[in-house]
């Protein structure tokens, strides 16, 4: 399956999804609703680390959402299907002089 571009800020997303992850923008181009937070926007993510390889501050890449579970359950059951997948986020950071990601629990 090929991705979606976004209307509003031209970032790919999965075909599956109904609004764009980054800005909140709907498949159809209408806005996101009052309920969309962009990443930035959310306190929790507000740590400051340091790599534990090479000690440099770790950047926020942001929250990510992972989906878990099989993609034929929605497809083949509709919303019903949706209650055989696990959906799991988590605040995501990287260091930009070794590589390394850290992912940690959304709170």
């Not at 923008?25 to 790599?51: M, Q, V, W, Y």
Request: proline content about 7%; glycine content about 10%.
């Amino acid at each position: 399956m090929a991705n979606y571009k976004c209307t509003n800020c031209g970032e790919d997303f999965e075909p599956d999804l109904d609004v764009c992850w980054r800005c909140g923008t709907h498949t159809d181009g209408t806005p996101p609703g009052p309920e969309f937070t962009r990443n930035a926007e959310i306190p929790s993510l507000a740590r400051k680390l340091d790599c534990l390889r090479c000690q440099e501050p770790m950047a926020l890449l942001g929250r990510m959402n992972f989906h878990e579970g099989s993609r034929s359950m929605p497809f083949l059951f509709g919303n019903v299907g949706e209650l055989f997948v696990n959906r799991e986020s988590f605040d995501s950071y990287a260091c930009s002089r070794c590589g390394k990601v850290e992912f940690f629990l959304a709170g």
